[in-house]
């Protein structure tokens, strides 16, 4: 694989990945570089402008002023000397003057001003005169003279005067040159200023634009944001929406079918005790298991709809999970068997503070889900201590097909199925994982998954440890032991759907109770003066009319005057209705009911 | 070191103490009392100076110039084709002899022409007042007789028309301030 280019790598960083962001920052990077071309710019400009102004001080005119004027003092003493011939005193200034300017007009063309000046006629014109003037006066004044005539001193001064106009003309245009020059400055120093006004607004203007330019953009992406979190909002509300459409849908459907469901596995047992032909009854036992798994699947269904309104309630407090592990047994121990496989529990003795039932209910689809995976071997449930001896870590753990790691974060997940592509209805629907990690994250208790394909599974679930154990054996998990004990009551049986009614009936009286079996309230309330008082009600809880069944138990209970043992069964177990049943101080059982359990109810209450 | 060992000590430094001792006097006899000027004079210091020979001002002939203490410079100017040996007083010398006690001298030329310098100049370059070129005489001719030279040849910082400027062509005047 070859080397990523810097380049790329730079570009890739996270800040450059958005093209925004990549914008801004050339954006950026143009300004700068702009801002520095500005600035040299501008520099040079500086420096241009002051050379110029410089060079227009100069003062040129002056350099050839000075050597008129010394050339006017010499004059000025040679005119002395003939005013005065024979006067010695006046010689040395001759002698001084002459060479004064003789030394100056001699590096005339050395200094700057003359650099100027130079190759103009003028100053050409000049320069020849003065060294032809030189040349001639030198005899005379090279060194100081003892004496000068004023015939010499005459000679001396004619040719003077004609140099001294070849120098006045040098001034002249020196004098022009210069003011070149300073005009030259001047409009120098014009263009410079201007220059600048222009860059320095156009840096103006660009530092606005850019300004403009990245509020504008902040601006624009501060919407998108906000159309994005709007967005998302909505989108999540419509989730939401569909989850509680969905939820909806699920606890009606489970409730509706229930109706059903009920009525069958009534009927079903009746057809188990009524058929004595062995091939109808391994008919019967079949559709028997059917049933049953229809029952669980609707229980899961229902459980999930109800986890799924998040306001189910935890009742935390000790229990043994010995309880747990014997009713689970007891359950579960035919599945296993059927499957031939092993379901050991291995016998604990710790009381564990959670909520019995949920953790039931976790157990339960944990283990029947450790089954339907294992083809053979063993599936165990052990406890464990943890967390230095403050929670116990409660495993199941079979020797089944496992899961491989890209599902594992999956199966949790509603409806999800490992080994199911086919969707097959006996290995259930994939519900049972998620109710288990729903109720695990209502009740806190960590959950962890270690699996591999073919090396088998190991679910734990983590509870802590009870802090102090109770003195009297709570509520334990009645397991549907048969009692063959036949019981003879009267019972009543209020419940509005025909099919449910004649199927409840029907069981009831095979189990050896006298049944009388009304549709409504108000008909239960007639037969009640007919007939004698029932030992036990049954109700649905939803009768058709306007009173529903536990509003029937208490109107019935103030017709006798006595507190007549009552039980209330409902495709409807929301929490509500579960709280109401639980006021009143009865027993609520959902549909639809396993016969077992409706057995060893009824047992109880006809012994009370 | 017993008193016989610092006495012979102080024997054979005789000469020394007595060489200060009449040294000291010889340059307080100088700096106090500036005799007059017996030649031509070519330079006149005036301002803040302690010492002075004609009413506000110091004046030198060649012959007071000559008596300062010496010094040379080798360079090459832009007046000469070659590079020359400037002889004569450094600066410091002068200012030394007048008791000069100001932050700037201004310099005036026979021709007119006027510049100040700052008082580093005599520190850090040592100028001094060329009286002979090559062990010429300068003359007015040869841009004497006095000529401030700087050592341009020795520093690069002064190789500028600035310090061009300072060096006088024909100095005749230094005023103080």
Redesign the interface.
């Known amino acids: 694989m070859a080397e990523v280019p810097p380049s790329g790598r730079f570009l890739s960083l996270p800040y450059f990945k958005d093209r925004s962001h990549r914008f801004i920052a050339t954006l950026a990077c143009a300004m700068l570089v702009m801002v520095c071309a500005v600035g040299w710019f501008q520099y040079e400009q500086i420096d241009r402008i002051t050379l110029t102004s410089v060079k227009g001080k100069d003062n040129i005119v002056w350099d050839f002023y000075?050597l008129e004027?010394?050339l006017i003092d010499y004059q000025a003493a040679l005119r002395e000397v003939i005013a005065h011939p024979g006067k010695r005193a006046l010689l040395p200034t001759v002698y001084?003057d002459y060479?004064?300017f003789?030394?100056?007009i001699q590096?005339a063309d050395?200094?700057?001003s003359g650099q100027i000046m130079n190759g103009r006629l003028s100053f050409k014109t000049a320069v020849a005169m003065a060294g032809d003037y030189i040349q001639s006066a030198d005899i005379y004044l090279?060194s100081e003279p003892s004496t000068l005539d004023a015939h010499v001193a005459i000679a001396l001064l004619e040719p003077s005067i004609a140099l001294r106009a070849a120098l006045h003309k040098v001034v002249l245009e020196a004098y022009q040159v210069e003011n070149f020059r300073a005009t030259q400055s001047l409009k120098e120093t014009r263009r410079f200023t201007f220059l600048y006004g222009v860059s320095s607004f156009f840096l103006v203007v660009l530092a606005l634009a850019t300004g403009i330019l990245t509020l504008r953009r902040f601006v624009l992406n501060d919407r998108l944001q906000f159309e994005r979190a709007e967005l998302l909002r909505e989108k999540k509300e419509a989730a939401e929406a569909a989850n509680k459409a969905k939820a909806r849908f699920l606890s009606s459907a489970s409730h509706d079918l229930r109706q059903p469901a009920h009525a069958l596995g009534l009927f079903m047992e009746r057809i188990e005790q009524v058929s004595d032909d062995p091939q109808s009854k391994e008919l019967v036992a079949h559709a028997m298991s059917a049933v049953r798994e229809m029952q669980d699947m609707l229980d899961s269904m229902f459980d999930l709809s109800q986890l799924d309104s998040d306001s189910a309630p935890t009742k935390v407090r000790a229990f043994a999970i010995q309880d747990v592990f014997e009713s689970l047994c007891s359950v579960l121990e035919s599945d296993a068997a059927t499957k031939g496989l092993r379901l050991r529990f291995r016998p604990s003795e710790v009381w564990l503070q959670s909520d019995a039932s949920l953790l039931h209910r976790i157990l339960l689809n944990l283990v029947s889900n450790a089954i339907r995976y294992t083809d053979r071997g063993t599936v165990l449930v052990a406890c464990r201590p943890s967390r230095a001896g403050t929670h116990v870590r409660i495993e199941v753990r079979d020797s089944g097909i496992g899961i491989a790691a890209e599902h594992q974060d999956k199966v949790f997940q509603e409806y999800y199925q490992v080994a199911n592509p086919q969707r097959d209805r006996r290995f259930g629907m994939g519900v049972g994982l998620s109710v288990v990690e729903r109720c695990c994250r209502l009740l806190k208790h960590p959950l962890t998954l270690r699996s591999g394909p073919g090396a088998g599974t190991r679910i734990t679930v983590e509870v802590p440890l009870a802090q102090s154990i109770p003195e009297t054996e709570c509520h334990t998990f009645s397991s549907n032991q048969m009692n063959d004990v036949r019981i003879s009551a009267h019972v009543l049986l209020i419940e509005d759907d025909k099919m449910c009614r004649v199927a409840l009936a029907g069981l009831l009286e095979s189990w050896g109770y006298s049944v009388l079996a009304v549709e409504s309230a108000k008909m239960a309330v007639e037969q009640f003066h007919t007939q004698a008082p029932p030992a036990i009600i049954i109700s649905d809880f939803r009768l058709g009319g306007e009173t529903n069944g536990m509003e029937a138990i208490r109107l019935l209970r103030a017709l006798t005057g006595r507190e007549v043992a009552a039980c209330l069964i409902s495709g409807d177990t929301s929490h509500e209705v579960q709280q109401l049943v639980k006021a009143a101080g009865l027993t609520l059982l959902s549909k639809p009911v396993r016969p077992g359990k409706l057995r060893s109810l009824l047992r109880h209450l006809a012994l009370k | 070191m017993n008193i016989q060992s610092k006495l012979s000590v102080m024997k054979r430094c005789r000469p020394v103490f007595l060489s200060m001792f009449f040294g000291s006097l010889v340059l307080s006899a100088n700096a106090q009392t500036l005799r007059k000027p017996s030649g031509t004079v070519l330079l006149t210091v005036s301002g803040l100076i302690s010492q002075r020979n004609a009413g506000d001002a110091a004046q030198f002939d060649a012959a007071m110039l000559n008596a300062l203490p010496a010094s040379q410079i080798v360079t090459k100017t832009p007046w000469h084709t070659a590079a020359a040996r400037f002889a004569g007083p450094s600066l410091k010398a002068l200012f030394n002899a007048v008791g000069a006690k100001g932050t700037s001298f201004r310099l005036t030329a026979q021709d007119r022409y006027e510049v100040s310098i700052p008082l580093e100049d005599v520190d850090s370059f040592g100028p001094i007042l060329a009286l002979r070129m090559d062990a010429k005489e300068l003359t007015i001719r040869s841009r004497g007789p006095v000529l401030l030279m700087y050592p341009f040849d020795g520093y690069a910082q002064i190789d500028t028309d600035v310090y061009y400027g300072r060096s006088v062509w024909q100095l005749i005047s230094i005023v103080v301030e």
């Open positions: 000075k004027i010394l001084q060479n004064l003789v030394s100056q590096t050395i200094v700057s090279e």
